[in-house]
């Protein structure tokens, strides 16, 4: 069965400075990993996926995230974080042989001016 | 070009009652998921619908069901609601059954008193 694991509930950074959000997985086939930006009200909107290929991957609004595969991990980062980046943030997997798509718990990210 | 379009988005309902949630999906895309959302928590996938017919299943009973239409849109049906019912729910749209990027609606709030 697949799954992901986000350890950290809520993440504080100082305007400027570096972010990493956190998340690790279990599949029994090939990953398929995703993050996604929720913010008040809304929907989810789909930031990067992970499919194959190179392990950092970049995806909209200047984040990206890398891929790990020996400590099955898939962390957003994003090297200068903005006030406007507050919002939560979820990290998905897909099992390569399945079609369903598995969030994590998800993980608040408070950007401080 | 249309979204995820999802109504009602908001719906109070008592014990017991039943509920249908309608969702369109983008256009272009064939394949509905439905995810519930409860508050401070990740979505959980409920079922996913492609060429009408119900392809895969989460950890949800039996008093939720669904149907997608010839034209892919796709109602939830909720029977003998309980409390923990309460919740956000999402319909996501994609391209084919194993779609790498969804796109959600914003939900349709149900409070269940």
């Known amino acids: 069965a697949q799954s992901v694991a986000q350890p950290e509930d809520q993440v504080n950074v100082a305007e400027g400075n570096p972010l990493t959000v956190k998340c690790t997985y279990s599949?029994?086939?090939?990953?398929?990993l995703f993050w996604y930006v929720q913010y008040p009200n809304r929907g989810l909107q789909f930031l990067l996926k992970?499919?194959?290929?190179?392990?950092l991957v970049k995806g909209s609004y200047g984040f990206e995230a890398e891929f790990n595969k020996s400590q099955t991990s898939f962390h957003l980062k994003k090297p200068s974080a903005l006030v406007s980046d507050s919002a939560l943030y979820f990290c998905?997997?897909?099992?390569?042989?399945?079609?369903?798509?598995?969030f994590g718990s998800g993980t608040r990210l408070s950007i401080r001016p | 070009d249309a979204g995820v379009t999802q109504s009602p988005t908001h719906l109070i309902k008592t014990r017991g009652q039943q509920v249908t949630l309608r969702c369109s999906p983008k256009?272009?895309?064939?394949?509905v998921s439905w995810y519930q959302q409860a508050l401070g928590q990740g979505p959980q996938f409920i079922f996913q619908?492609?060429?009408?017919?119900?392809?895969q299943r989460g950890n949800f009973p039996d008093r939720f069901s669904g149907h997608q239409y010839p034209n892919y849109s796709s109602e939830l049906n909720v029977n003998a609601l309980l409390l923990g019912d309460s919740a956000l729910y999402l319909c996501?749209?994609?391209?084919?059954?194993?779609?790498?990027?969804?796109?959600f609606g914003s939900g349709t709030q149900l409070s269940v008193l």
């Open positions: 996501a749209s994609s391209f084919r059954a194993g779609g790498e990027k969804l796109f």
């Open positions: 599949v029994s086939g090939n990953p398929y």
């Open positions: 992970y499919i194959t290929g190179d392990n």
């Open positions: 998905a997997v897909r099992d390569s042989s399945a079609s369903k798509i598995i």
């Open positions: 256009s272009g895309h064939d394949t």
């Open positions: 619908y492609y060429e009408e017919e119900e392809r």
